[in-house]
């Protein structure tokens, strides 16, 4: 297992070991006692587990929980997303600042830290991506960041509309979002 450091200040790449024979391939995907109690991570104890499934066009996010901030331990098990991150803690030295990145293979995690928006777009006919979070989910919490903010600026690498939920849709802008205050 391998750190490495994104752009974001807390916010960092998981690259995993993967095993490959004739046979295919083993992932150790996750295991307690290196990605809570190893120096190289020290993640919060994760809680919930969560699997999606998106078609290719289909744009999720940018979600946030505002009172119970997750921290989200990403992964494509299958397909390709563009995976992207927006640090929303005002006394961060990245606040109002976005981090992306194209996941297409199982060995590679992201770490968001709590406190930040996240979301994906879908660049292969299905993506599957899993990821487990530090508190559980609170619909009354649930906020949604507008994806294409012109603030913000995020470069989606979308080619037309994405396919949106009316959440995401609604989404707000940044200047007009909750925000951490710490």
């Not at 487990?132 to 690498?157: C, E, H, M, Q």
Request: charged share 30%; glycine share 8%; with cysteine.
């Amino acid at each position: 297992m391998k750190k490495v450091e994104t752009t974001l200040k807390d916010a960092y790449l998981i690259k995993l070991e993967k095993y490959e024979d004739e046979r295919g391939f083993f992932i150790k995907s996750f295991n307690i006692k290196e990605h809570h109690y190893e120096a190289i991570l020290q993640l919060p104890v994760l809680l919930q587990d969560n699997h999606s499934r998106s078609f290719k066009g289909v744009l999720r996010g940018l979600h946030y929980q505002i009172k119970h901030p997750q921290g989200k331990l990403v992964r494509c098990i299958n397909g390709i997303i563009f995976d992207v991150i927006v640090d929303l803690r005002k006394s961060s030295s990245t606040f109002g600042e976005w981090f992306g990145i194209k996941l297409d293979r199982p060995e590679l995690q992201l770490w968001v830290p709590p406190g930040f928006a996240h979301g994906f777009y879908t660049l292969s006919e299905t993506a599957d991506v899993g990821y487990k979070t530090s508190d559980y989910y609170f619909a009354d919490d649930d906020r949604t960041l507008l994806w294409n903010d012109p603030d913000l600026g995020i470069v989606w690498g979308n080619d037309g509309d994405p396919i949106l939920s009316p959440k995401d849709k609604d989404g707000k802008s940044f200047k007009e979002c909750d925000k951490y205050e710490t």
